[in-house]
């Protein structure tokens, strides 16, 4: 990809409707700069149980989910805590990735959008798998957001200029990124 032509994929560890998780995702993708393509996945759902011995055999939304992987320049992570880690569907999502080193490489952000004091179990298994799966995580774009509820919109946006301020210093830390990056993006 060029310079001029980005694509960030977002992806929610929830699979609730009224996830917070999925609103500063949609959030940051319509905050996404000119040039930026920002794509929410949303076949989290639909991913059948991670099996070894199906890895190879073309089920529709494993492809489609290490396509869209493949495709992106970067990847955000947004994803709730289930009883002090990783929402088991999410790990599951993740899971997928291992053997086929889609996320080596790939500069991955995450957004914690927990209450305080909250998260960082699922925080801290996320930065495990990553780092298992070799993926370059940028710092610099990751954040913690406490998100208020009735901020979001029914357009599942949110309006808070807290969010706002935090979504708009996740792309400056990314495009920097991509900028100082630019091999095979």
């Given at each position: 990809?060029?310079?001029?032509?980005?694509?960030?994929?977002?992806?929610?560890?929830?699979?609730?409707?009224?996830?917070?998780?999925?609103?500063?995702?949609r959030?940051?993708?319509?905050?996404?700069?000119?040039?930026?393509?920002?794509?929410?996945?949303?076949?989290?759902s639909?991913?059948?149980a991670?099996?070894p011995?199906?890895?190879?055999?073309?089920?529709?939304?494993?492809?489609e989910l290490?396509?869209?992987i493949?495709a992106?320049d970067?990847?955000?992570i947004?994803?709730?805590e289930?009883?002090?880690?990783?929402?088991?569907?999410?790990?599951?999502?993740?899971?997928?990735?291992?053997?086929?080193?889609?996320?080596?490489?790939?500069?991955?952000?995450?957004?914690?959008?927990?209450?305080?004091?909250?998260?960082?179990g699922?925080?801290?298994?996320?930065e495990v798998?990553?780092?298992?799966?070799?993926?370059?995580?940028?710092?610099?774009?990751?954040?913690?957001?406490?998100?208020?509820?009735?901020e979001?919109?029914?357009?599942?946006?949110?309006?808070?200029?807290?969010?706002?301020a935090?979504?708009?210093?996740?792309?400056t830390?990314l495009?920097?990124?991509?900028?100082?990056?630019?091999?095979?993006?």
């Amino acid at each position: 990809m060029t310079t001029d032509a980005r694509r960030a994929l977002l992806l929610s560890g929830s699979t609730r409707v009224g996830s917070t998780n999925t609103a500063v995702l949609r959030t940051l993708a319509s905050m996404a700069p000119p040039g930026v393509t920002a794509v929410l996945y949303a076949g989290l759902s639909a991913l059948p149980a991670f099996n070894p011995d199906d890895s190879a055999s073309g089920l529709p939304p494993v492809d489609e989910l290490l396509h869209d992987i493949r495709a992106a320049d970067i990847v955000v992570i947004c994803t709730p805590e289930y009883a002090g880690s990783l929402p088991g569907s999410f790990k599951n999502l993740l899971d997928w990735t291992v053997g086929g080193g889609e996320l080596y490489g790939k500069p991955v952000a995450w957004v914690n959008a927990a209450n305080p004091g909250r998260g960082d179990g699922a925080m801290a298994e996320l930065e495990v798998v990553l780092g298992y799966v070799g993926a370059e995580i940028v710092e610099s774009a990751c954040a913690r957001m406490t998100v208020d509820r009735s901020e979001i919109g029914d357009d599942g946006i949110i309006g808070g200029p807290v969010v706002h301020a935090g979504t708009a210093e996740i792309w400056t830390a990314l495009m920097a990124f991509l900028v100082e990056h630019p091999a095979d993006r």
